[in-house]
């Protein structure tokens, strides 16, 4: 184990990956000689500069979906390219390539053409951002088909994650949280060590209310939970889904079902929110273990303000799911 | 250009055939003869209801596809847009499979998951045929990029219309190639337009090879696609340059479409943008045509076999069909097969 940030995480995953197979690259806007408009790619350049005429870390102009398209193609050639997005808030540039065309080549060719491609970078909300950058649109591409969808909370899953997305066969959305770079963890130095798709963390045990969240908003429920337990003597089990696509309905099932009560929590908006599936999917599988209607923690209907009120009033905080517990357990 | 060199006993020129020899001759003959008899009955099974979706007819541009695909090197690659039937028949892939996939049978090429646009040949290098219009380019240029990377000296031909040329992807992606210098082979099939647009009214500039070399730094020509012949010289000088330098090249093969864009641009519809005299005059430059003339007046064939060949072609068709249609629809368990490769 070594202490580390969440953004050394993803480059020693990155890292370790590139020297354990050749055909693994990076490429993204500002990824090379800048070293990463978040420092996520630091180093790597120079790391890997006298290999594949240079290409293994690549900067590229600002085009998405050029960018999209170019990974997915040399995927379909027989590379496993990881793609850096600035923010996911660019991506959207990119959906036509992301949506139309590598979440689906391996049903239309009938299984013939395998698209083995992490598009990663941060997404979420904060830092006065605004409208155009500051989002979470998961719901998007957990929507689709063909995509799987990893959203690491904590130092050690962003490592472990990230390494299993690129030894995945199928595209991958590895959307970071710009708020996590930052945060320090404890995280295995083991080259073997990966966290599998599909098997959500329990990140707190407990019997009264189950919370259930990922990202960055895991932390949110933390400290929630702690503040319940020591101000109202709440218990509550907090569940980090790590993954939307696969999702590990199971682990949160079996929460509900000790907790009789569900909160569900996320940055994005509320409104066809990936929460409000989650919830739908927690009524058909535990209804008659529910003692209370499930409650929706999530974004107001509104772009992203700038000014610092506004904008904390738009992004769901400890007090929202305060309350949502609560209501929960009226 | 439309006719061959002919000497004034006019008897053609061994320039004009190319110095090709009678085997490699006739084998471009049988593939565009392939291409319209296979697509010629396709209306009739699509009225039929065995066909269904869109489907894009290639008549009238064979001579783009004979023209460059047989130059094609095992390790070589090729992607395309959602007017594919001619790219993989050139290929040599099965006529019965293509058949079968127009059918939506589970025997066809991509077991009845892709349909007349989304053909693929994985074994002969062909990445598939997809609907977005632009949305191929980087792909390819994607694939290019492997093939570099890789350190091979193999090539990815990326084949589209004039259409594909307005799309914004299209800009990111030749900046990307003549940036990275990889060695993609854009085929531009100008067959003058984007469904029912003509060239003038989408393209501010309507030279596309000046807009491309001058853009992207990418080098560049223009050929007649309506001359198998002419096709090939210029893919096969291109291709020995590509595969010397690693480089992006930019081929425009000006050619013609016969039929409306898709099934439901019926004639009716076409009187709206073009008129029959202009299909007519196009089709006296048509590519089959020409090249049996010009076959027969070099005496490197007679009409009897040229009619035989016609025939065989005729009669692999009407095999696919008959395939196609005594083939099993997908399992049911097959909706779900393929979505992920673990999952």
């Known amino acids: 184990m070594a202490t580390m940030r969440y953004a050394e995480a993803l480059r020693l995953a990155m890292t370790e990956e590139m020297e354990r197979d050749p055909n693994v690259f990076l490429c993204g806007e500002e990824v090379a000689q800048y ?296 | 250009m439309a006719k061959a060199a002919t000497t004034e006993h006019n008897v053609p020129s061994r320039e004009a055939l190319q110095g090709l020899d009678r085997a490699t001759l006739l084998r471009l003959m049988h593939i565009m003869l392939l291409i319209r008899r296979f697509e010629e009955p396709c209306d009739k099974y699509y009225r039929a209801g065995k066909m269904g979706g869109y489907i894009h007819y290639y008549i009238g541009q064979e001579a783009v596809a004979t023209g460059i695909i047989p130059l094609f090197q095992p390790g070589d690659l090729m992607i395309t847009h959602y007017r594919d039937h001619g790219y993989a028949l050139a290929l040599g892939t099965d006529p019965k499979r293509v058949m079968a996939e127009l059918f939506g049978r589970a025997t066809g090429v991509a077991g009845g998951k892709g349909g007349s646009m989304h053909l693929v040949d994985v074994e002969r290098g062909f990445l598939g045929g997809y609907g977005i219009v632009g949305g191929t380019i980087p792909l390819g240029v994607g694939a290019a990029f492997a093939l570099k990377y890789q350190g091979k000296k193999n090539i990815c031909a990326s084949i589209f219309g004039d259409g594909s040329m307005q799309q914004g992807v299209v800009h990111e992606s030749m900046n990307m190639a003549g940036l990275y210098k990889v060695p993609c082979l854009f085929v531009l099939e100008n067959n003058g337009y984007a469904m029912g647009t003509a060239v003038a009214r989408h393209s501010a500039q309507t030279d596309f090879v000046k807009r491309v070399t001058a853009g992207y730094n990418i080098k560049g020509e223009s050929v007649d696609g309506m001359d198998v012949l002419a096709v090939r010289a210029a893919t096969n000088r291109i291709l020995a340059q590509m595969r010397e330098t690693g480089e992006p090249y930019f081929l425009e093969a000006r050619t013609y479409r016969y039929a409306g864009h898709g099934y439901a641009d019926n004639a009716q519809q076409q009187k709206f943008y073009r008129t029959e005299a202009e299909i007519d005059k196009w089709r006296k430059r048509d590519p089959i045509e020409h090249f049996r003339e010009q076959l027969l007046a070099a005496g490197v064939t007679t009409e009897a076999e040229l009619n035989a060949m016609d025939e065989e072609c005729k009669a692999i068709v009407a095999d696919a069909i008959e395939f196609a249609d005594t083939s099993p629809f997908p399992s049911p368990d097959s909706l779900y097969e393929h979505v992920y490769t673990d999952m």
């Not at chain 1, 790597?44 to 999209?68: W, Y």
């Not at chain 1, 391996?106 to 053409?113: F, P, V």
């Not at chain 1, 941060?122 to 950058?133: E, I, K, R, V, Y």
């Open chain 1, 35 to 330: 070293q990463g408009t978040f420092r996520v790619t630091e180093g790597m350049a120079d790391r890997f500069k006298d290999e594949n005429h240079g290409l293994r870390v690549l900067d590229t102009p600002i085009s998405e979906a050029g960018i999209a398209g170019l990974v997915t193609g040399a995927a379909m050639a027989g590379l496993r390219p990881i793609a850096e997005f600035m923010t996911w808030s660019f991506a959207i540039l990119a959906l036509d390539q992301i949506v139309n065309h590598a979440a689906k080549i391996l049903y239309m060719t009938n299984g013939q053409i395998k698209v083995p491609v992490v598009f990663r970078g941060p997404a979420g909300t904060g830092n006065q951002l605004s409208a155009q950058h500051s989002q979470s649109l998961e719901a998007w591409y957990a929507h689709v088909p063909g995509l799987k969808v990893v959203l690491p909370s904590t130092p050690a899953d962003a490592k472990g994650l990230l390494k299993t997305a690129i030894r995945d066969d199928n595209p991958v959305i590895f959307m970071e949280h710009a708020g996590l770079y930052s945060q320090r963890g404890e995280v295995p130095e083991d080259p073997n060590f990966t966290v599998p798709f599909g098997v959500a963390a329990v990140r707190r045990e407990g019997k009264d209310v189950s919370l259930i969240s990922y990202s960055h908003a895991v932390g949110v429920c933390l400290s929630a939970a702690e503040k319940l337990w020591q101000e109202a003597g709440l218990s509550c089990e907090v569940i980090d889904l790590r993954t939307l696509l696969p999702l590990d309905m199971d682990t949160v099932l079996r929460s509900v079902q000790k907790t009789h009560r569900a909160v569900v929590v996320q940055e994005e908006w509320k409104n066809v929110g990936f929460v409000s599936e989650l919830a739908s999917r927690i009524y058909e599988g535990a209804f008659d273990d529910l003692d209370a209607p499930i409650e929706r923690v999530g974004g107001p209907f509104v772009p992203m303000p700038y000014s610092k009120p506004l904008e904390r009033a738009a992004i769901p905080g400890e007090e929202d799911v305060i309350s949502a517990v609560k209501r929960a357990v009226a």
